[in-house]
Structure formats: C-alpha cells, structure tokens
C-alpha cells in the first residue's frame, strides 16, 4: 500500500519560513520522480516544485529563488524549504510521486498571514 504523508504545514507571518517534509513508504523511492503541488481556494491545484529521480529540479516562477526542493533517499522522503513567505502562497500542500504511476499525499495546510 503506497502512502505519502506530509507533514510541517502551519500558520507562519509573511517574511517566515516553513520547511514540509513528504515521508513515502511503499514504492521504490529513489526511481519516483517527487513533487510539490499546491491548492488555493477557489483554485486549481498547480505545480510548486518537483525533483526528478536523478535530482533535477524544476520550480514554478512564482516560488524560485524562495523554495528549495530537496529529497533524502536513505529516508524515503522529499523535503520543500519555503523561505520569504507571502500571504499568496497560501494553500493546501500536496506531495506528488510519479513514475509509471502517480499517487498524492492527502495534503498540509500552509497559511500566511499578512
């Protein structure tokens, strides 16, 4: 049974920082490609950041240079460092792994206030 868990959302001021952790168990982690998505109300869900098996990175415009993405293979589990955070960049985080098949973490709310 594949589960991605995360965990690390929160309440946070603009200008803070958050780090998320995505634990994974039930897949051969280090062949998965993992990612970030995130969710605003009243929004589509939108690609946050994502790292490929060979630890390639690629990051929405609107995160880079503020969001690292970054995975521990040995732990089976993908890290997002959210640093300078802005009120717009609150959402629901989901954690993504992607291979021949894709699976979804259920998701940790991250709210900044203003």
């Known amino acids: 049974q594949v589960q991605l868990v995360e965990s690390g959302g929160g309440l946070v001021q603009a200008g803070g920082s958050l780090r998320l952790s995505c634990a994974a168990s039930?897949?051969?982690?280090?062949?998965?490609?993992m990612g970030w998505y995130r969710q605003a109300p009243g929004k589509q869900r939108e690609l946050v950041a994502r790292?490929?098996?060979?630890?390639?990175?690629i990051y929405a415009d609107s995160v880079k240079g503020r969001f690292t993405i970054s995975k521990d293979n040995a732990k089976n589990t993908v890290y997002l460092q959210m640093n300078s955070l802005k009120p717009e960049d609150t959402a629901v985080y989901y954690c993504?792994?992607?291979?021949?098949?894709?699976?979804w973490g259920r998701g940790t709310q991250v709210t900044v206030s203003s």
């Open positions: 993504n792994a992607r291979f021949t098949n894709e699976y």
């Open positions: 039930g897949i051969i982690f280090n062949i998965y490609a």
């Open positions: 790292i490929t098996n060979g630890g390639s990175t």
